[in-house]
């Protein structure tokens, strides 16, 4: 009686285990947070990113100054607002490879036309 019940603790435990890791294969690998500062210079810090095809990557932009936008249609970013204080998260799984320039899209001070974010996917 007791090793029968043993038997199925053990039938239990292992069922429980092997669902999740069945899962996980299944699920677009998450990698580190990257990082973007936006600054009062009105420069994106680092200014240039590498994403790959089909990774979901999350996106953290923070501003160190001023108050500064993203947006990109092809990559999936939806309009963002950038704020000192706020940091805000972006996922993206970009689809197509490519360079993708994007702009900041809040007026943010004289050097707000060259602010910039290069975001570059490889296959
Ligand atoms: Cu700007």
Not at 80 to 92: D, E, L, R
């Amino acid at each position: 009686m007791r090793s029968s019940v043993l038997f199925l603790s053990a039938v239990l435990l292992i069922g429980g285990a092997a669902s999740p890791g069945r899962a996980a294969t299944t699920k677009p690998t998450a990698l580190p947070v990257l990082n973007v500062t936006a600054t009062s210079e009105q420069k994106f810090s680092p200014d240039h990113l590498v994403l790959h095809v089909g990774k979901r990557q999350t996106l953290r932009f923070t501003s160190s100054g001023g108050v500064h936008g993203v947006a990109s249609t092809d990559l999936g970013i939806p309009a963002t607002t950038i704020a000192p204080g706020q940091p805000v998260s972006v996922v993206v799984v970009p689809k197509k490879a490519g360079t993708y320039k994007i702009n900041c899209t809040i007026v943010c001070g004289p050097g707000h036309a060259d602010m910039l974010l290069t975001i570059v996917v490889k296959p």
